[in-house]
């Protein structure tokens, strides 16, 4: 008899070590093959059928929003798979079921234009105010946070994974490593950008130095991810900006505005780090403004004379 657990594990161990996963996908990994185990009457994988699957399904859908199910379905195929590939079974139940199903179109939130000045104004005031050494600096690290997330579209992950020598302030780049180990690197086409990470580089270096990440607390450890969310309503707070805003919105921000500039759609999946263009597509769904703008110009009903 086969125990599922003792398999799952092995699988687990083959993700890490031979496929790299990073730990935010080996952790969804675990938990949605706990889940699974969990649930299943039986641990032993050879009794395991296309109907016991298929009720497995039924149940996530009962449970989940449409883009976890699929996760949590992708999570198990790719079990199944792995132990198709290691001849644990001979055959493999997912190959006698259809998993299709439509996932409701989600349009990413954007940041308005004003509002983003208005936010990286409030920081910028703050460290003007500051009434310590101690306040200056955060204000300083804080405005570099926010102007690398706007200006490059980085995903909040990427940016609190920031090696020290990932951001190149000579030729000025960023060196992103995002979803799948992929590598990419984009520029920073601002100076006043640029400058503010300089200024920020030179006054944390020591900290930046102890632990060899870009963006630090003053204790000298990495700054995480919570940290750069409760920094975000913070500020929101303090600029009175009623609409939550999340770290990804600006991400959404940059690409919806370099759309709306008629930036070609291929480059912006370039920046983003997207594997296909098919995810960088949901921003043409955005552009409001701008299919406002087209209908408005170049529309022949406007030459009518009635």
């Known amino acids: 008899m086969d125990n599922l657990k003792i398999l799952t594990e092995n699988y687990l161990e083959y993700c890490k070590t031979q496929k790299r996963l990073d730990s935010k996908t080996m952790k969804a990994y675990q938990i949605d093959l706990r889940q699974f185990s969990e649930w299943l009457p039986s641990t032993n994988v050879l009794e395991i059928t ?57 349009l990413p939130k954007t940041i308005p234009i004003h509002t983003v000045e208005v936010f990286l104004s409030t920081i910028y005031g703050q460290r003007t105010r500051a009434k310590t050494d101690y306040q200056r600096k955060n204000a300083l690290r804080d405005a570099a946070v926010i102007e690398l997330l706007f200006a490059t579209g980085i995903r909040i992950s990427e940016l609190c994974s920031l090696k020290m020598y990932d951001v190149n302030l000579y030729d000025k780049t960023v060196l992103i490593y995002g979803k799948g180990s992929k590598e990419r ?4 086409g601002n100076n006043d950008v640029a400058n503010i990470l300089d200024e920020y580089k030179n006054s944390f270096l020591p900290e930046m130095q102890n632990c060899n990440h870009f963006f630090v ?18 500020y929101s707070s303090l600029a009175a900006i009623e609409m939550h805003i999340t770290p990804h919105m600006f991400r959404h921000t940059f690409a919806t505005s370099l759309l709306e500039a008629d930036v070609d759609i291929r ?14 597509e949901i921003y043409t769904h955005v552009s409001m403004s701008k299919q406002r703008d087209i209908l408005v110009a170049k529309h022949p009903r406007k030459d009518f004379h009635i």
């Open 50 to 106: 296309p109907c016991i699957l298929e009720a497995y399904i039924a149940r996530l859908h009962q449970e989940y929003k449409p883009k976890t199910v699929k996760r949590k379905i992708a999570s198990t195929k790719a079990l199944f798979h792995y132990l198709e590939y290691k001849e644990v079974i001979a055959i493999n139940p997912f190959h006698k079921i259809q998993v299709k199903f439509r996932e409701p179109v989600i």
């Open 185 to 188: 690197k984009v520029q920073i």
């Open 217 to 234: 607390n003053q204790n000298g450890t990495v700054l995480s991810d919570q940290s750069v969310r409760r920094m975000i309503n913070k």
């Open 267 to 280: 480059y912006i999946q370039e920046m983003l780090g997207h594997s296909s263009i098919n995810i960088t």
